[in-house]
């Protein structure tokens, strides 16, 4: 089964300032997708980045990127310039490709990031 | 505006009773999905529909029912709520063409008393 495993349950970070997020993985599939959705008090879930396994390329979306090894089954994300309305729960989370029609997604536990001035 | 839309948003009940939750997407996407956010915020899946047909169950218990009466729909059922019950439950679709991404609605804050 898939699991995927955030290390950080909060993380702060000053305005302006970058903070990266951490993120493992297990998998024996080797088409995959990753994603990193953000849920702010609202608690809507919204996704900020997604990376396919099979590009090379780091995914980017303005001031987030992700630094995807998939080697070391990593996926971080960095957040560049924060800014307040970043403060929120980010959750990393993992669905293989979809081969069929029964493919979840798979989450971690959360990371709460706070944005101070 | 196209979306997920979840009803009703906050529930409030006590132990013992029925209740259910809806969900309806207009984005024309044929999978749904209904997912449990605990206390402490961990997403766990509950159901997947395709085209109506149940494609996941996880292990929930029976008291959940889940129905999906065409692809654009998918209603949640709970009989003999617990207090372990309380949490907010998503609801969430795909497109048939594969971006893997989920489309979540706006959850639905369930508190059994």
């Known amino acids: 089964a898939q699991t995927v495993t955030q290390s950080q349950p909060e993380m702060s970070v000053q305005e302006a300032e970058t903070v990266t997020l951490s993120c493992t993985y297990d998998t024996s599939e080797s088409d995959y997708y990753l994603f990193w959705y953000k849920q702010p008090p609202s608690r809507q879930m919204i996704l900020v980045i997604r990376?396919?396994?099979?590009?090379?390329q780091n995914a980017t979306e303005n001031r987030f990127s992700v630094n995807f090894q998939k080697a070391a089954k990593s996926f971080s994300l960095k957040i560049s310039d924060s800014q307040l309305g970043d403060a929120a729960m980010y959750f990393c989370?993992?669905?293989?490709?979809?081969?069929?029609?029964?493919?979840?997604?798979?989450f971690g536990t959360g990371t709460r990031l706070q944005v101070t001035l | 505006d196209t979306a997920v839309s979840q009803t009703p948003k906050y529930l409030v009940t006590q132990m013992g009773n029925d209740k259910s939750i809806k969900c309806e997407q207009n984005?024309?996407?044929?999978?749904m999905y209904w997912y449990k956010q605990d206390s402490k915020k961990f997403l766990k899946i509950m159901f997947s529909y395709n085209n109506k047909e149940l494609i996941i169950n996880e292990t929930v218990p029976n008291r959940f029912s889940p129905k999906s009466p065409d692809k654009a729909h998918l209603n949640l059922h709970i009989n003999s709520l617990e207090l372990g019950d309380s949490a907010v439950y998503f609801c969430a679709s795909t497109p048939p063409f594969n971006t893997g991404e989920l489309f979540f609605g706006e959850g639905s804050r369930l508190t059994v008393l």
């Open positions: 990376q396919e396994a099979y590009k090379q």
């Open positions: 984005l024309g996407h044929d999978t």
């Open positions: 989370a993992y669905r293989r490709l979809n081969t069929g029609t029964a493919s979840k997604l798979t």
